[in-house]
Structures are given as structure tokens and as C-alpha cells.
């Protein structure tokens, strides 16, 4: 009967070493995989690539803004209609088509009654009569070539009006295959972002691998003059433009 409970005992202990045996095994194996899974996304590093590339515009918009005023809105309407042809074959002359020139709806305003709810104030003019002809060219040469004989116009008597509405540069000069310089600038950016991953692997121990993951960044837009161009409200503008791309990167290292 001893005998038989001892036997009993035995086994069951041998099962419970087994069981305990097979337990640890597991746990160890699982806690390898976490630790070995944990390292695999230790094993990154992250680094910016970047490019600069220098491009000439080649589309330019140029407006001309146009008014007048006086007690006599016909008299305002008769001065601008005259500045308006007098501007017209300025820019015929300066070599422009008439498909490069849009001419804007004449604007008139009562200075007298533009303030609603309020006390009618001593203008010197009653009417303010405004218009304006906007040169849009792929002639970027010839936009600055006119420039410098604007002084013409108001030789000629012709009153320009120099304000500027939301400081928007005029003219403006403009890129218009940003997308067809994209993938170019998206690949230098991504070899220069490889070169430093490269530095940082050797100077490890360790080689790259592929790219984990990616930003593309967006492309900012300067003006040979330094100021930031990527806004299409930006009050300079500038025919030789810098494009610049700043993209980051999380390569795999081995």
C-alpha cells in the first residue's frame, strides 16, 4: 500500500517537473521572440535628406491698375477709358499679343455712400473710377526688358495706381512644372538621405537597410533675393528661383 502511494507520488511529480519544464521553455522562447522583435525596431535610424536646386521662372503675371477720380463720373469714366488705350498699345509695343492681356471689369465707387450707417465724409472726389489689364507671358525676358520703360505711361499721363492689394508682388514671377521637378527632387533628396543613413551605419558597425518609412516633405520655393516664395501671396518675387526639398527618412539597419 506504501508502495502503491509512493509510486503515485513519483509520477505526480514528474509531472509537475515536466509541466514546469515544457512552462519555462515556452516563457523563454516567447520572451526571446519580444526581445528579438524589440531590437528589430531599435535597429532604425531616421536622418533628413535635402536638395537644392536653382531654376528660372518661366511664366510671369503683371498687372496694371488703373484711376481715376472726380466729381463728374463721365469725365472719370472718359480719363480711364483713355488710359486704358494708352496702356493697351504700350504693352502692343513692348511686344505682347492680346492673348497675353485680360483686361478687368471697370469698378466705380461713390466715395459719398460707401459708408453705410454712418456720417457722409468730405472726399475731395465723389467718384472713384478703377480698372486694370493683367499681362499673363511665358516671356519672362521681355516682362523684364518693359520694366524700366514704364516711366512712359506716366510721361504720357497715364495714372497708374501703385497700391497693392495683400503686398502681392508685381510683377510675379512663377514655376509652372513644380510637378514634372518633383520626382527629381524627391530622388536627390532621397540618395542624400541614404549617404548620411551610409555615415551613420559605418561609423556603427552596421550597414542599412531599406527605407521603414518616409516623409516626402513639400517643395519651398525662394527668390534669388532670399525671401520665401512658397506663399502665392509673398510681397517679392524674383525670374531666378531656388527650389528646396527637405525630406526625412527611417532606414532599417543590419
Known amino acids: 500500500m506504501i508502495d502503491s502511494e509512493n509510486d503515485q507520488t513519483v509520477k505526480a511529480a514528474i509531472i509537475v517537473g515536466c509541466c ?3 512552462g519555462l521553455t515556452a516563457a523563454g522562447y516567447f520572451i526571446g521572440r519580444g526581445m528579438a522583435g524589440f531590437k528589430s525596431k531599435a535597429r532604425t535610424v531616421t536622418v533628413k535628406g535635402s536638395v537644392e536646386r536653382e531654376v528660372k521662372a518661366d511664366e510671369a503675371v ?49 466715395m459719398r455712400a460707401r459708408e453705410f450707417g454712418r456720417p457722409q465724409t ?18 519672362v525676358e521681355q516682362v523684364q526688358q518693359s520694366l524700366g520703360a514704364t ?16 503686398c502681392v508682388a508685381n510683377p510675379r514671377y512663377g514655376v509652372s512644372k513644380l510637378n514634372d521637378l518633383r520626382p527629381q527632387l524627391l530622388a536627390a533628396a532621397t540618395k542624400n538621405a541614404h549617404v548620411i543613413a551610409q555615415q551613420f551605419a559605418t561609423d556603427s558597425g552596421v550597414s542599412v537597410g531599406k527605407i521603414h518609412s518616409a516623409d516626402q516633405g513639400t517643395i519651398q520655393i525662394f527668390g534669388s ?12 518675387s524674383t525670374p531666378v528661383k531656388k527650389l528646396r526639398v527637405v525630406s526625412t527618412f527611417e532606414f532599417e539597419l543590419r
Open 20 to 22: 514546469l519544464i515544457v
Open 122 to 139: 468730405a472726399e475731395r472726389f465723389r467718384f472713384l473710377v478703377t480698372s486694370a489689364i493683367v499681362v499673363r507671358t511665358a516671356n
Open 151 to 166: 516711366e512712359e505711361l506716366l510721361n504720357a499721363g497715364v495714372m497708374l495706381d501703385g497700391e497693392r492689394q495683400g
Open 225 to 236: 533675393d532670399g525671401e520665401n516664395e512658397s506663399d502665392p501671396c509673398s510681397p517679392t
Open 62 to 110: 503683371w498687372t496694371f491698375s488703373l484711376r481715376r477720380a472726380s466729381n463728374d463720373l463721365s469725365e472719370a469714366h472718359r480719363r480711364i477709358s483713355k488710359d486704358r488705350h494708352a496702356l493697351l498699345a504700350f504693352l502692343q509695343q513692348q511686344g505682347f499679343n492680346d492673348a497675353e492681356l485680360t483686361r478687368q471689369p471697370t469698378r466705380i465707387v461713390d
